[in-house]
């Protein structure tokens, strides 16, 4: 639909991210997708396609300047959020989709086939019950309701020198001042998501 180019280009744009013509398709067919098995299977509460852009595209790609990893696992991943905008945009990178919920995970086996993404895995697994082979230097999740929550599940994933990317909502003053003295906050980082009411912020972690 030459509606949603139009604004994808458009807030990508008031990001300040340059994308290839062929990787505006690649999120358009992930976009569509999304909203085709939206409608049968309720993977997210945002019913509007205009509003899945800003909400669920944006807002995945404002991170992208700030992963400097070379593996990556998206936890609690969903329909693919942020890891498939993100694998898209940054085909170099290896990574992981891990979701413990069969109509999210066999969405993302779909995305995965349909947009040809080889830097994609997709595993179906509780958090808990998973364990990689090589662990990560990269832990990304936009779905765990606390810091705290994030680092208990996911701390088995991360290697000793990786770094925990936690994306939010208003900058969680409290969560912040009950993390365990093992971790700290490298850094925080308040994003600009066009199309989209509130705050959202990008905190670092790694441990001391």
């Given at each position: ?20 013509d062929e990787q505006y ?66 085909p170099d990178l290896p ?77 969680p003053v409290e969560e ?33």
């Open positions: 639909m030459p509606q949603y180019r139009d604004l994808l280009e458009q807030q990508c744009q008031q990001i300040d991210l340059q994308l290839s398709i690649q999120l358009l067919k992930y976009h569509a997708l999304l909203v085709k098995w939206n409608k049968t299977f309720n993977l997210t509460a945002v019913r509007s396609p205009e509003e899945m852009i800003s909400r669920h595209l944006i807002d995945s790609l404002s991170v992208l300047p700030y992963i400097d990893v070379e593996r990556l696992i998206d936890v609690g991943s969903g329909p693919g959020l942020p890891g498939i905008p993100l694998a898209i945009c940054r990574i992981t989709l891990l979701d413990s919920n069969i109509k999210k995970s066999r969405f993302q086996f779909q995305a995965k086939a349909e947009l040809g993404l080889d830097n994609v895995d997709v595993i179906h697994e509780r958090v808990e019950k998973y364990t990689p082979d090589v662990l990560f230097d990269g832990v990304i999740s936009r779905a765990f309701a606390s810091l705290q929550d994030m680092l208990h599940w996911t701390t088995h994933l991360c290697a000793n020198d990786g770094i925990f990317l936690a994306m939010k909502g208003m900058y912040i001042e009950l993390l365990p003295e093992s971790i700290n906050l490298r850094q925080s980082v308040r994003l600009n998501v066009p199309g989209t009411e509130g705050e959202r912020h990008l905190l670092m972690l790694g441990r001391t």
